[in-house]
């Protein structure tokens, strides 16, 4: 079945530091992949997305590739806060009304 | 716009007892609904789906159950509660046409 991974945590980081957190998926078909992001204490929020190779998503100055012949979709962003701190969750919907499947999620520490 | 409600935010209950939570989805019609639990420190684990009303797909079996009564109303219910069943539980929907979810903000369920 589909399945995704994503690095273990956490991940601590000085702001203003590079972050990667890394995804890759195993899907049949040609799935749309997304990252989620969670605050503490909140539900999850949609952060951005990609529904077919080489797309590229972009929010609040994150982005991630959907990148087919890797099947990897990795998060990064150039220069994070301490307001980014949050579990990241990678995530991909494959056809029709199947549940989206979630890797474990990455618990990101932006330390001032 | 849609948006959806979960309640209640915060839940302590003693073992044994029965549970109910409740989510509704405003401003759309025949949305896909789906209840997640995230254990303290870990990842999403599908609980139950539903496409329409009356129908139920049941991912993990337990002492939890679900239903949908109405077309923008999913219930999650426990007729006696287990340590095991705390964590924080989440309600989502989605279009039939779209790949994403969007996120209710939680509920935070302790049993004692």
């Known amino acids: 079945g589909d399945s995704v991974t994503q690095m273990e945590g956490p991940v601590t980081l000085s702001e203003e530091a590079f972050l990667t957190i890394n995804c890759t998926y195993t899907?049949?078909?040609?799935?749309?992949l997304f990252w989620y992001v969670q605050y503490p204490g909140e539900g999850l929020q949609l952060l951005l997305k990609?529904?077919?190779?080489?797309d590229k998503g972009s929010n609040k100055g994150f982005e991630a590739t959907y990148r087919k012949e890797t099947t990897s979709f990795h998060l990064e962003k150039g220069s994070v806060q301490v307001s980014d701190s949050a579990v990241y969750f990678c995530a991909l919907s494959d056809i029709g009304n199947t549940p989206l499947v979630f890797g474990k999620g990455t618990r990101l520490s932006v330390i001032a | 716009s849609q948006t959806i409600h979960q309640w209640p935010a915060t839940l302590v209950q003693p073992v044994g007892s029965p549970l109910s939570l409740e989510c509704t989805v405003e401003?759309?019609?025949?949305?896909?609904l789906y209840w997640y639990r995230q254990a303290a420190g870990r990842g999403l684990q599908l609980l139950f789906y539903s496409v329409g009303i009356g129908q139920i797909s049941s991912e993990v079996p337990q002492n939890l159950s679900a239903s949908r009564p109405q077309d923008r109303q999913f219930i999650l219910s426990s007729k006696k509660l287990l340590l095991s069943d705390s964590g924080f539980y989440l309600c989502?929907?989605?279009?039939?046409?779209?790949?994403?979810?969007?996120f209710g903000s939680g509920t935070r369920l302790t049993v004692v």
């Open positions: 899907a049949t078909g040609y799935p749309s």
């Open positions: 401003g759309t019609s025949n949305p896909n």
């Open positions: 989502a929907w989605r279009r039939p046409v779209e790949v994403g979810y969007t």
């Open positions: 990609a529904t077919k190779a080489d």
